[in-house]
């Protein structure tokens, strides 16, 4: 499940609607220690390095009023806050800025969406509502 933030404050998270596939990438990068004292092996400093988030989803149009936030928050090229719910993960939660937004589609069918967000800040997992499973 996909929702946006409406900008308020407090703020109310707008869900996106319409979705057949989604897709999450977690990366996290190391900065390497390693120096002449070493003993023989790779050494990573703790701590260190930058971790990204990326989310992809693909369905139908549907325009509702998350979709709208996104594609104006897309057009004015700037971050929003995102909660992205992952059944038997948690949800995601943090600025994500929205870097594809594409619509295609027959000139009288369907409209098909296909978006892509990258983590824009520092991005949290709640996992309480996962019915107790813990990571």
Request: hydrophobic share 40%.
């Amino acid at each position: 499940m996909l929702k946006i933030s409406d900008g308020a404050a407090p703020a109310t998270f707008l869900p996106l609607t319409g979705f057949r596939s989604t897709g999450i990438s977690l990366r996290a990068e190391t900065v390497d220690g390693t120096h002449l004292q070493s003993p023989g092996w790779r050494e990573q400093v703790a701590s260190a390095g930058l971790s990204t988030a990326r989310i992809s989803a693909r369905g139908l149009f549907t325009g509702d009023a998350g979709i709208l936030v996104a594609r104006d928050a897309f057009f004015a090229r700037t971050s929003a806050d995102w909660q992205i719910t992952v059944p038997g993960l948690g949800t995601l939660q943090g600025p994500f800025r929205l870097t594809r937004f594409d619509l295609t589609g027959p000139y009288t069918g369907e409209i098909n969406l296909s978006l892509t967000l990258q983590s824009a800040g520092e991005i949290t997992l709640d996992y309480t509502e996962t019915q107790g499973e813990t990571p």
